[in-house]
């Protein structure tokens, strides 16, 4: 396994819920910023969520107001709760370990991918 290990992907239909977890092993990593990431076939990996040790919170327009990221520092986890699923959500989701640079979030480590598929 890698630093980073997602579950809780699947299959649902439009309008129902998922949420997404992402365990880091590497616990020196675990006051880095964390993000969320999509990516559906041919296309690039754009952000979805991102989190700050802090607690702050930034969002794709695509997803705000409908997924919520937070974070459990003491497990080492982050999750993703995605209400409202809608088909074009659909896409292998990543999680990732990142820093901030000027104010934007830069990955430096990746997840393996899980797969979220919303279709009727």
């Known amino acids: 396994q890698g630093p980073l290990v997602e579950s809780g992907g699947g299959l649902v239909q439009p309008g129902e819920s998922l949420r997404l977890s992402c365990v880091a092993s590497?616990?020196?990593?675990?006051?880095?910023?964390k993000g969320w990431h999509r990516q559906a076939p041919g296309d690039q990996r754009p952000m979805v969520a991102t989190?700050?040790?802090?607690?702050?919170?930034n969002y794709a327009d695509s997803v705000q107001g409908r997924f919520s990221i937070s974070r459990d520092n003491a497990k080492n986890t982050i999750y993703l709760q995605m209400n409202n699923l809608k088909p074009e959500d659909t896409g292998v989701y990543y999680c990732?370990?990142?820093?901030?640079?000027?104010?934007?979030?830069?990955?430096?480590?990746w997840g393996q991918g899980t797969q979220v598929t919303v279709s009727s």
């Open positions: 989190i700050t040790s802090g607690g702050h919170t």
């Open positions: 590497d616990s020196r990593r675990s006051g880095y910023s």
């Open positions: 990732s370990t990142g820093i901030l640079v000027a104010g934007k979030y830069v990955p430096q480590d």
